[in-house]
């Protein structure tokens, strides 16, 4: 059914922008007109009455009615509290009406308050708030739109919309359940959720649109990774096939590529690389210490043949001129500089990016983009990569995947051995013990600090604050805040050199330190789960027991109790829906807080996992890929 230009006008004032927004415009409530069958205490409908007397009690202003209900041969009291004159008219002497309210028994007699006058009994009505439209005009747009052959013509099922088709025009029984809780029956709940979650990912996968590719990459990958010194886990040889199955399609791949942290992502990059050759791989990362970690590894552990260039803010333009224009490059791995810099994209065939989340996503598009290949007919584009290792909940990755395919590493090639302690100042002569006992055995601890300088609003010592405390007391204390400009050197000495590293959050991304056992991190109240995780991943890298210290003047804290039981960043990412729920991925506009009416991101996976199931069911049938 085509809606209207005047429906459709109606909508928009309450903010419904097509039939499926509106199907989840519920009633805030509903009201009874039908007749009472009989009458029981606590029972809401509608009676016929006759009005025998009324009795105004001045000073209270309230009106007392005193009226016979002919089909129960009963009599019933009605109070009306700040009564007005036009009162008396309504419910004068002899009339006969139809009044609506809840019956109560009490004191030997029937009585309403507050009755309602209605001049049409046999319905429930659907009551609806809004500022923008009268219910009533709601109410009549419903009965219209709102039907279950319009719905299933959406694409919803027949059960659903059978389910959300009652919601605006209620039948008794489900009025009756609707009034044993004043709420709506789990069912219709379950389909309001349904629904809100298929209108969503049909709007989300209008933004996801399909491409050819610029080069079908199929590039021989196997004797690298034959030649590494390690073996690869079961989950990075998966994720290995399977971007090697997305490099060899005509369509051009985008995938996020999720593991926790050290997982090995660098060997499937590099992987990724090796299948691209001849053709050029681009990748980005977040920090020019990651870039240049990243680059290390390349140049560790590809093949001669495979030459490989690192542009940061530093790398002067006629480096890049003959380097890449000459054609001697076939891996770039830069910063955000690579945005900044003009090079060859012709024969670039893919484009990576580390640290995914830390881009926004104008900036991961630019790269994108500058790297396209118009023609008058098509628009080409290179594979795209994505990778993270801030793994999101799967509720989220499920709703993701509508925009981009998802692949998980989720083994590790190091077991992690990470005990996580909450500590408070009581626990700090023990913490001191601790990291004389670890520096003693060569290896290195890093303290962690929110704050650079001090602050009267906060009740921990600031980065400035506690140098004063651990150069006096210990050698080869290292610092550095993030905003200094030789940052990556002090990070690089201290990974040599050092005993101590005093930092901010900015070691969280990627920076290998092979020797940090233990990472102490200031008021971890105050960070998110992801970023604690993060930061606690610095440890044990490469086998080695870790320690991470939790110092918070909130010991008691649930939410810093749920995370010291989880290494895994799958289950930190749960804990962090838990208690951040989901944010809106459509718009990017929010990173958390509620994005959904009804659906719940942390225990509806199930109504998600049915309605995808649906969507891929009826897409697989109708065709839903679209190639520019």
């Not at 029972?43 to 009005?51: D, F, K, P, R």
């Not at 023990?430 to 300088?453: G, K, T």
Request: charged residues 25%; hydrophobic residues 40%.
């Amino acid at each position: 059914m085509k809606i209207t230009p005047l429906e459709h006008q109606k909508l928009q004032k309450i903010g419904c922008k097509d039939l499926l927004s509106f199907a989840i415009y519920v009633p805030k409530s509903y009201l009874n007109t039908c007749l009472l069958d009989s009458l029981e205490n606590n029972s809401i409908g509608a009676v016929s009455v006759e009005i025998h007397s009324l009795d105004f009690i001045r000073g209270k202003n309230i009106l007392k009615i005193q009226a016979f209900m002919p089909k129960f041969e009963k009599f019933l009291e009605m109070v009306i509290f700040n009564a007005k004159s036009f009162h008396k008219n309504i419910f004068s002497t002899g009339k006969s009406l139809y009044v609506l309210g809840k019956i109560e028994y009490r004191f030997n007699k029937y009585t309403i308050v507050q009755p309602k006058i209605t001049d049409e009994v046999g319905k429930i009505v659907p009551i609806f708030k809004s500022t923008a439209l009268k219910s009533s005009v709601i109410s009549e747009l419903a009965q219209k739109l709102i039907i279950q052959k319009n719905l299933i013509n959406e694409g919803i099922p027949s059960n659903i919309a059978k389910k959300i088709e009652i919601l605006f025009h209620p039948t008794k029984e489900f009025f009756k359940e609707y009034q044993k809780t004043i709420s709506l029956p789990t069912p219709y709940m379950n389909a309001l959720k349904w629904v809100e979650i298929y209108s969503y990912l049909k709007d989300l996968s209008k933004k996801r649109r399909y491409f050819n590719a610029k080069y079908i990459c199929k590039g021989e990958y196997q004797t690298f990774i034959k030649s590494l010194p390690f073996s690869l886990t079961p989950a990075q040889n998966q994720t290995i096939e399977t971007i090697a199955k997305d490099l060899a399609q005509p369509i051009a791949a985008k995938r996020l590529i999720m593991g926790d942290v050290g997982c090995g992502k660098t060997i499937v990059i590099l992987s990724a690389v090796m299948m691209a050759y001849p053709q050029k791989s681009v990748l980005m990362a977040p920090t020019t210490i990651l870039a240049r970690q990243l680059y290390e590894e390349a140049q560790k552990y590809l093949p001669a043949e495979i030459k490989t260039k690192l542009i940061t803010t530093d790398t002067k333009d006629v480096e890049i001129h003959k380097d890449i224009f000459g054609e001697q490059v076939h891996f770039i791995i830069g910063t955000q500089a690579l945005l900044y810099r003009d090079f060859q994209t012709e024969d670039l065939a893919l484009v990576m990016s580390d640290e995914q989340h830390r881009f926004g996503t104008k900036q991961r598009h630019q790269l994108e983009k500058s790297t396209e290949e118009k023609t008058s007919e098509h628009t080409k584009k290179p594979h795209v990569l994505q990778f993270s290792a801030t793994p999101i909940p799967r509720t989220m990755a499920m709703l993701n995947s509508s925009l981009i395919d998802v692949s998980y590493i989720k083994d590790i090639p190091f077991k992690k051995d990470i005990t996580t302690k909450i500590i408070d100042k009581n626990d700090f002569p023990s913490l001191i013990s601790h990291i004389h006992s670890e520096i003693n055995e060569n290896r290195q601890i890093a303290i962690v600090y929110p704050l650079v300088q001090e602050s009267e609003s906060f009740d921990y010592l600031s980065l400035k604050e506690g140098m004063i405390f651990w150069k006096k007391h210990f050698k080869n204390v290292y610092v550095t805040s993030g905003q200094d400009k030789d940052k990556e050197q002090i990070l690089q000495d201290f990974r040599d050199n050092g005993n101590i590293l005093l930092a901010t959050t900015l070691i969280e991304v990627g920076i290998s330190l092979p020797k940090l056992s233990s990472i102490v991190i200031v008021a971890p109240e105050r960070l998110g789960l992801a970023t604690l995780h993060q930061l606690r991943g610095r440890v044990s890298r490469n086998g080695l027991k870790g320690y991470c210290f939790l110092y918070t003047n909130t010991k008691d804290s649930q939410r810093l109790k749920d995370f010291s039981k989880h290494l895994s960043g799958f289950d930190i990412a749960e804990l962090d829906l838990k208690y951040r729920n989901s944010g809106d991925l459509l718009m990017g506009e929010r990173q958390s807080g509620a994005e959904f009416k009804f659906f719940n991101m942390s225990t509806d996976e199930q109504i998600l996992s049915e309605v995808k199931d649906h969507i891929h069911r009826t897409s697989r049938v109708a065709g839903s890929k679209f190639i520019d």
